[in-house]
Every structure is written in C-alpha cells, then in structure tokens.
C-alpha cells in the first residue's frame, strides 16, 4: 500500500467519523423533538431546525475548559480523548463492501470489539479524576455495566462469527444468509440490548442518570470536552449500529450490490441508528439491579444457548 493510498483511506475514514455521528445526532433532534412535542429543535435556521446541531456546536465552542482544582488534571483533560479515538480505529476496520474498508484485517471483528471496550473506559476515567462524588458515582456503575455487558456482547458476536467459519466481518457478509434472520434472532437481540448499555443509553443510562448524578462522570466537563463525550456516544451509535448491519442483516447484501453495496450497509445501520433513538424516547431508565438482573439472568444464558445452537447447526450441516 503506497503512502498517497494510506493518506486517502486515512482522511476518508475521518471524514465519515466526523459526518455519520453527526447525522445521527441531528437525527435524534428531529426524531425526539417530533415524538416529545418539542418545538425548540424545529426553529434553529428555518427549515425543519436545521441548523440546531450547528447552533448546538457554536455553544460549546463559547463555553469555558474549566478543571477542578482538586481534579487529577492530566487524566481529566484525556479520559474524553480515550473515549472519542478508539471508536475511529473501529471505524477504520468496518466493512462497507467487500473493498470499501480502509484496514482489512482477518480478524476485523476481534479488533472491534476490542476498541469499543477500550473506549468505554474514557467514562471511567473521567469520573474517577474529576474529584466529585456524583462523578464517582456515576463511574462505579460504569464500571459494572462494561463487566455485565461486556460477555453477553462477545458471547453474541462469536456466534455470528462461527455460523459464517470467520473472524472476518468481510466473510461474515459474504457466508450469511436470510435464514441467519431466525437462526441468529436470539444472538441479535442480545447484541442490540448489550450494545445498548456499553454506549449507556436509555433505558441503561444509569451511570448518567441526570435526575440522580447531576451528569454522572461528565458533571465536571464542559466546552469541547464535554462535546467530545457527546460525540463519542453518537460515534459508538454508529459503530455498533453498522456492526449490528453486518452481522445480522447482510451489510452490503442486496440488489446491484456490487456497485451500491456500500449504501445498503449505510442504510441498514441508519434503521438500526433510528432503534437506538427510539428506546431513547419510549424507555424508562432501569434500577441498577434491573440492570443486573437482565445481564446475568437473561441476556448471558440467551447468548450461550445461542452460541450452542449455532454450534450443534455448524456440525450437523458440514
């Protein structure tokens, strides 16, 4: 790969972390200001609001970097950084199409996985520097719902990867099938729900939990710090969204797919995307024994059965 070539993929991959969670978050405007009858969104620059997110970043830019004396300042000002970057390598290593991929690794899935657990500790780290008890707080059951979470979302992908014989999201692609719509359904259900409480959305947005944690490890931050976490939620929506797309739905699978195969795996993950906004919207927040609960009675013995039943399906069809 030549070095003009590496700087092309490079840039193409920061022009698409900078756009697609942008676009999800003016999404999630629009879809939250129609579904709670809230009318500021719709005003900003005229048509349809669509300046709020350009008015939203404005404000923030405006706003003082302030750290608190008692902070431990240098872990302070990286833990949005550490949040916000893994993601971007994420981005780099997912499939749009079979050569729209800017790092094709044989283990893209691992390598994924693997980022998107690296950037939930950003939250971690930024409630335990910030020298506030609301941030602690907020960090301690961060921490709990990466552990609870975390193996559910594995257990979930691993079956995906062993009903398609790969590591690779590439050949996941290319070995799935409709039928993979039932016979993964468990295992897609579960990614969905897990994936949701690694991103801490509603209704698993307790370490946020505004209403009892002022804004849980975030409370300290503010200006492009504070924008940064923002970000990186709407980054890790897209990841995960389009990574549910690949999984489970085909990614790039569909009519004239050779040539438009990028766009049915934007598309896809865009529904998945709009999903994620909607339990925003429809969900109450759960109790953290809710939480628990869920993780370790339900979703873990989901994915295991899951993970057994692709097995027996894998011997029993070669």
Not at 10 to 31: D, I, M, R
Not at 141 to 146: D, F, P, T, W, Y
Not at 240 to 263: K, Q
């Amino acid at each position: 790969m030549s070095v003009l070539e590496v700087v092309v993929r490079s840039v193409a991959v920061l022009a698409a972390f900078l756009v697609f969670p942008l676009l999800v978050g003016q999404t999630e405007h629009k879809l939250m200001a129609h579904m709670q009858g809230r009318l500021g969104p719709m005003y900003a620059g005229g048509f349809h609001g669509w300046a709020q997110l350009v008015a939203d970043g404005v404000k923030f830019v405006q706003k003082e970097d302030i750290t608190p004396r008692a902070a431990d300042r240098t872990i302070f000002k990286i833990a949005p950084f550490v949040a916000l970057i893994p993601y971007l390598l994420a981005m780099a290593a997912l499939p749009l199409q079979h050569d729209v991929v800017a790092i094709d690794v044989p283990a893209s899935a691992v390598l994924i996985l693997a980022a998107t657990s690296v950037g939930a500790l950003g939250t971690l780290m930024a409630g335990w520097a910030s020298a506030n008890k609301y941030a602690l707080l907020g960090a301690l059951r961060s921490a709990a719902q990466l552990v609870s979470y975390e193996l559910p979302l594995v257990l979930a992908v691993a079956s995906a990867c062993l009903a398609a014989g790969t590591l690779s999201l590439s050949g996941v692609v290319e070995a799935w099938s409709p039928w993979w719509l039932i016979w993964q359904l468990p295992g897609a259900i579960v990614f969905l729900v897990a994936a949701l409480a690694e991103l801490q959305r509603p209704p698993f947005d307790m370490p946020i939990a505004d209403a009892e944690l002022v804004m849980g490890p975030w409370t300290e931050y503010t200006g492009l710090r504070f924008a940064f976490f923002l970000l990186s939620e709407y980054a890790g929506i897209v990841i995960f969204s389009l990574l549910f797309a690949v999984l489970y739905l085909g990614g790039w699978r569909g009519p004239f797919d050779d040539h438009i195969g990028w766009l049915w795996t934007l598309l896809k993950g865009f529904v998945i995307a709009i999903l994620v906004i909607w339990f925003r919207v429809a969900w109450p927040r759960m109790r953290e024994d809710q939480l628990q609960r869920l993780a370790w009675l339900v979703l873990l013995p989901m994915a295991l059965i899951q993970l057994a039943l692709t097995g027996i399906g894998v011997v029993m069809t070669q």
